[in-house]
C-alpha cells in the first residue's frame, strides 16, 4: 500500500464519519487522488462508505450501522448542540432546546427528524400529553459525541441555515 493510501486511511480511522469533502480539505491531496485510494481501500474492506443526507461519509468497518448514522448526524453542528443539550437537560421539552440553542422550531424540527429516525432520540408525550425528548442510547451516544468535532464549513453551512431559517420564520409571523 502506498504512503498516501495510508495517510488517507489513517485520517479516516481518526475521524470516523469523515465525508469526502472534509477528508479532501484536510489533505494535501488532489480529489482525484482521494478517490482513487479511497476506492481501493473499499475494494480492500478497510473502509466503509454510505450516503446520509447529500454526503458520502467513510468509516472504519468496525463501526456498526447505527454509530455510522450517529456520527453523520454528529457532524452537523445542530445535532451535535440538540444531543449536548439532552444530555445535559434530559428529559427535555422540544420548545425548550429550541429557546436555550436559539434555533427557530424547523430547524430543531429538521434535526430531530433524523436523530429519531436513527434511534438516537426518543420522542413520547408525558403525563400532561406534551413532548418529551430523550436520548434513545445516553451512554453509547456520550462516548461517540466526544470523538466528532464539526469542520468551519460545516458549521458555515449549519449556522447559514440556522440564518435563512430564522429570517423565514420571521417572515411569516409578520404575515
Known amino acids: 500500500m502506498t504512503d498516501t493510501r495510508d495517510e488517507i486511511h489513517a485520517h479516516v480511522q481518526t475521524n470516523a ?11 494535501a491531496f488532489a480529489p482525484g487522488q482521494v478517490q482513487y485510494h479511497i476506492r481501493r481501500l473499499l ?5 466503509v462508505r454510505e450516503e446520509w443526507y447529500g454526503r458520502t461519509h467513510y468509516y472504519p468497518p468496525e463501526y456498526d450501522a447505527w454509530e455510522r448514522s450517529a456520527l453523520a448526524l ?3 453542528e445542530t445535532a451535535r448542540e440538540i444531543v449536548t443539550h439532552l444530555i445535559e437537560n434530559e428529559p427535555a421539552a422540544p420548545g425548550d432546546i429550541a429557546d436555550e440553542l436559539g434555533i427557530a422550531r424547523s430547524t430543531l424540527e429538521y434535526h430531530l427528524d433524523r436523530l429519531v429516525e436513527h434511534e438516537i432520540v426518543d420522542k413520547r408525550y408525558d403525563e400532561q400529553n406534551r413532548v418529551v425528548l430523550e436520548l434513545a442510547n445516553p451512554d453509547e451516544t456520550g462516548q461517540l459525541l466526544t470523538t466528532v468535532t464539526p469542520t ?3 458549521r458555515f453551512v449549519d449556522r447559514f441555515t440556522r ?6 420564520a420571521g417572515t411569516s409571523d409578520a404575515q
Open 163 to 168: 440564518l435563512v431559517d430564522e429570517l423565514l
Open 74 to 76: 454528529f457532524r452537523r
Open 152 to 154: 468551519v464549513p460545516d
Open 43 to 47: 475494494e480492500d474492506d478497510r473502509l
Open 17 to 27: 464519519g469523515v465525508h469526502f469533502n472534509e477528508l479532501v480539505r484536510e489533505s
